[in-house]
């Protein structure tokens, strides 16, 4: 069935460092999308890319999808301690367009 | 205010004793889908539905039932709970999954401990 592996799976930066999370599936993706998740908390939507190539910004944070739309990265520029949380990408496949596969998901921690 | 409510928050329960955690969403999506969370494992996705009556298997159906009989509701039934089902578990709704509006809006979580 379709793979979503995410790397690394935990990192830890000093405030003000940048941060990148990978994410690649085993089968091309109609859509990717990214949550964001604090400790204790529900996964929370950040966003969703559709087009090959695709880069999108939201503040600090910058998301790309892949040309061949297998493949995709979050940049955190300049890490806050709000940044802490586990971040999780996540794309429908696995043989149906319904099914959607997670990440296991990168864990940020920052020091201040 | 638009959101995903589910019951109970927690629940310590005894082997082979049914339960159905609840989930309801108040904002007309036609998607729902449950998952689970476990450590190192990230979230997998128990049962997704489609529409009203429309269920389908996510990747870990084994020991799980659900039903689809209002579009707001999607109750997980555990029919003979096993320890290794101890698990946080999320409820989630959205649009779809395919098309421009596939946000996942997810509850607040069930942490389920079975004995």
């Known amino acids: 069935g379709q793979q979503v592996m995410q790397i690394p799976q935990y990192q830890h930066v000093q405030e003000g460092e940048d941060f990148t999370t990978y994410c690649n599936s085993s089968?091309?993706?109609?859509?990717i999308q990214w949550y964001k998740q604090r400790p204790g908390g529900h996964p929370v939507f950040l966003i969703q890319?559709?087009?090959?190539?695709e880069v999108k910004k939201q503040k600090r944070l910058t998301f790309q999808f892949g040309e061949a739309k297998k493949n995709s990265s979050l940049h955190i520029t300049a890490t806050q301690t709000t940044d802490v949380g586990t971040y999780f990408c996540?794309?429908?496949?696995?043989?149906?367009?319904?099914?959607?596969?997670f990440g296991k998901g990168t864990l940020l921690t920052v020091n201040p | 205010e638009a959101q995903v409510t589910q019951n109970p928050r927690y629940l310590i329960t005894v082997t082979g004793k049914k339960l159905t955690v609840t989930c309801s969403q108040n904002?007309?999506?036609?998607?729902m889908s449950w998952y689970r969370q476990d450590p190192g494992l990230g979230l997998r996705q128990i049962y997704y539905?489609?529409?009203?009556?429309?269920?389908d298997k996510g990747d870990v159906p084994e020991g799980y039932k659900v039903s689809r009989k209002e579009k707001r509701n999607f109750p997980l039934i555990l029919e003979s709970p096993s320890p290794n089902q101890t698990s946080l578990y999320f409820c989630?709704?959205?649009?779809?999954?395919?098309?421009?509006?596939?946000?996942?809006?997810f509850g607040p979580g069930t942490r389920l401990t079975v004995l």
């Open positions: 890319l559709v087009k090959s190539g």
């Open positions: 996540a794309g429908p496949g696995g043989g149906s367009n319904y099914k959607l596969t």
């Open positions: 989630a709704s959205s649009w779809g999954t395919s098309g421009d509006y596939n946000e996942q809006f």
């Open positions: 539905s489609m529409n009203v009556e429309v269920t």
């Open positions: 089968t091309t993706l109609s859509n």
């Open positions: 904002m007309n999506h036609e998607y």
